[in-house]
């Protein structure tokens, strides 16, 4: 009983942490083909969106821009990146993010990302209200390589040239001069001399690029040898107990590796993994399931009857260091066949939506939900354009017209998955934006000794179970809303995640993204 009440003490204690740390961003990380980082969310007493730009190498400089969303007296605005390992070395100054010319609200820095892994970026807002302080968890990780810009290219290959010119006039003229007098007319046999050497220089210049480029072509390939990919993953359909179970295996080398890197799973909103079955091609199937850990590598999950076709599937984990990932996986199903029991209470899922949409794109698209209730996408006038924030607000209405209760669906007032038609995009968004609620975590209950895997995710099971026990209402005017950009242009769908009265409910609307120069005004 004593060490019950001691852990319910730490939680509390952490509890407070997170109060004087700002409000806590509900939100669980999935990206496919986005990388930055949005989040919205308080640091202290003042209300921010932060978003953050990725770099796409490591090391690389990433662009991070803060808005201050309410009437504030703002003195300075504070960005430092802190990495997950509690065995590094203290973290160096702050960078002061500088005010953008022309808006009071908006402030900008530049933030060097050193080693690839999981960062926190802590925001710190100093004004009228004291000092306010927010963290936003970031995966810094190398997704592509650099090219040289041929103009630069070329110029560098001049003054290459000149230099190696250079060079091998100075060897000559060294031969050639350097002993004489003042004055003195070299002779013949010198001249020669000279010659020879520059000859030599020449060779030996030549071995030293050959080798420099091999030495490049090295750290190149080795670069590109390490640029991130999730671990690869597989699902398949079996039966067990005459009900269809899809099993989704973690099947990477370097996952299943003893010394593997990665370090262990923590459960973000009380589950160790959020999958996704998307129907390819049509996009009219959608389930959002959370399967049970077979073992280290292997997840089970009863299978809604959903129609039978070829489906995308998606897998958010998080591990102990704070590193958010998406794994994907393909896997065809047969026609449903049986009575569904689902693997966990928080499962849902929808099917042949058509019809059900009114209006399609247009302004104030609506969606009838199946308790009778409509949800409403407020998309506005103007057309979304890629990397603009995108107007993604919700507003839930029961059968007469009213604002409906929203109840916290996973600790939070809803779930937004979106993806391109094609399947180069994926994301999982929530009103705090994009970051992971269990990343965060990670970076307010680590501690300096935090060297030992599974102590921290221990810390953070415990704090997750208060968290949920003293949940409450979310939305009581039934509104709810995600910060986003849209990374690239194409047409998306958009499924939007609510709970009232202890059901959970889903919304099916489209988009069209379109370029800067492609925007237009919406009829």
Known sequence: MGQLGG???????????????????????????????????????????????????????????????????????????????????????????????GDSTLYSAALWLMRGGSYSVQVTIEGDRGTGVALVPVQAVATRRLDLPTPLAALL????????AGAVTVVGAAVRESVLDPGAIPDRRRTWYARAAMAASVVLFALLLVGARAWWRAVDAAYRTGLYRPPHASAAVRSVSDAATLRFAIDDSLWTNPNRRWSPLIPDHGHLMHLFLI????????????????DSTTFETHLPPLPAGRYRVYADIVHESGFAQTLTAGVDLGPPGGAWHAS???????????????????????????????????????????????PLHFQVQTRGGEPAVLEPYMRMAGHLMLTRFDGAVFVHLHPAGTISLASQETFLLRQPGDTTRGALGTRLTQYERAATTHAGMVSLDGSVSFPYAFPQPGRYRLWVQVKRAGRILTGVFDAEVVTAAGARTVP
């Open 7 to 101: 852990a319910r003490e730490a939680v509390k204690r952490t509890l407070g942490r997170l109060l004087t740390l700002g409000a806590v961003a509900f939100a669980a990380s999935a990206h496919v083909g986005s990388p930055d980082t949005y989040f919205e969310g308080a640091a202290g007493d003042y209300p921010i969106r932060v978003i953050i730009r990725s770099p796409g190498v490591v090391p690389g400089l990433a662009q991070i821009t803060v808005r201050v969303l309410a009437p504030r007296l703002v003195r300075r605005v504070l960005a430092l990146p802190v990495y997950w390992d509690p065995r590094t070395a203290a973290p160096p100054p702050p960078d002061v993010a500088e005010r953008v010319p």
């Open 157 to 164: 290959a001049g003054l290459g040239v000149l230099l190696l």
């Open 279 to 294: 129907r390819d091609s049509s996009l009219d199937a959608f389930a959002h399931l959370h399967p049970l850990p077979r």
């Open 344 to 390: 966990d209470p928080d499962d849902a899922f929808i099917a042949d939506e058509s019809g059900k949409r009114d209006g399609g794109r247009a302004k104030g698209t609506t969606f009838a939900l199946a308790d009778g209730s409509t949800m409403t996408w407020d998309s506005g006038d103007q057309a979304i354009v890629v990397d603009r924030e995108a």
